[in-house]
């Protein structure tokens, strides 16, 4: 398992459902890793081995995993083959997969368990909508994301926790940095087994706003989808 306590910062690249060959033969030319950080790309799983390198601070993330370890499940990848694929991080619960895949909560939890168990890194995503932020429920959603989504077997070694509203994923908007900071600080609250947890934020991150988001005491890196498809965009970030 990856050891995340030698870098400063993680950041992670969310290509979702993007990218080619020729794209990924021209992004990983141009890319340029920072050695005191962790990036991880979190590519279509199709592109996952092609785009491991020789880099030791750069790592290959899976979208999405299974929640099943084999069997007759058409269509699904285990914790188990991306293992043996060398990878070694996994988003889990992203908003777009609770939103148009119906994860549930005890879907992430056994998602995560089965990673943990393959020494993959879950990457587990909790953040509320708009809505939920306007009727001031942000604690209480996030208090019942992070409790059933992360599995007993989680520890700030082997798991990690992205923070991104909802209302925040691919719409420009952000919420201040105060508010970053507090809900970070807030999660890292929740329970004492959160406290050493490394937290990111995601959520119309860019070359424009990461330092600043990023400095952020309480932000341990950041998640980045739309702006990690341009790489000179993404080679900022993460410098
Ligand atoms: C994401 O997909 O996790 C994300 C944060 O997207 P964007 O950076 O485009 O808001």
Redesign the pocket.
Known sequence: MVNLTKFSSIFIA?W?LNGNSLFLKDYYEKLKVNSNNCTIICSPSIYLKSLKGNNINLFCGAQDVSSYKEGAYTGELSASMLKDSNIDFCLVG???RRQYFAEMNDNVNIKSSNLIEENIIPVI?IGETLEQKEKKLTEEILSTQIKASVPSSADHQNTLI?Y?PVW????GLTPTLDEINQVHELIKNFDTKFRNFKVLY????KSANSKEINDLSHVDGC??????LKVDEFNIIIS
Do not use: D, Q, Y
């Open positions: 969310n979702k992203h908003s777009e995503c992205a991104e925040a994923i691919g719409t995601g959520g119309s991150v998640l980045i989808g739309g702006a990690s």
